[in-house]
């Protein structure tokens, strides 16, 4: 069993960053490839950045390319999501997300362990 925890999220300005954080708990952190996906009001759930359990694969969305950086530590049991040149439309909840075995690591459906996610607000 993994549960997940995520923290960083707030209210910043357009241009500004962000750095969210995502704490698991369990004993095979390093085995698991671990997602981010976003969620705004009225939109369905989608993909933002994923890392392999080495960390020597990353996946980014089109849209967050070059401006956010996803990271592990598999010591801590932590994956972090950089979020810089935050615009408004990057305004959602973030969620964490793990599992192992991935073929597609971009696909939610493919994620069976999930945090409650963490709100990011970008103003303009």
């Known amino acids: 069993q993994v549960q997940l925890v995520e923290s960083g999220g707030g209210l910043v300005q357009a241009g500004g960053s962000l750095r969210l954080s995502c704490t698991a708990s369990?004993?095979?952190?390093?085995?698991?490839?671990m997602g981010w996906f976003r969620q705004a009001p009225g939109k369905e759930r989608e993909f933002v950045a994923a890392i392999r359990s080495s960390g020597s694969t990353t996946y980014y969305a089109d849209s967050v390319k070059g401006r956010f950086t996803i990271s592990r530590d598999n010591a801590k049991n932590r994956v972090y999501l950089q979020m810089n040149s935050l615009k408004p439309e990057d305004t959602a909840v973030y969620y964490c997300?793990?599992?192992?075995?991935?073929?597609?690591?971009?696909?939610?459906?493919?994620?069976?362990?999930w945090g409650q996610g963490t709100q990011v607000t970008v103003s303009s």
């Open positions: 369990g004993r095979f952190f390093s085995s698991y490839t």
């Open positions: 997300a793990a599992d192992y075995g991935l073929a597609t690591p971009t696909r939610d459906l493919e994620y069976y362990y």
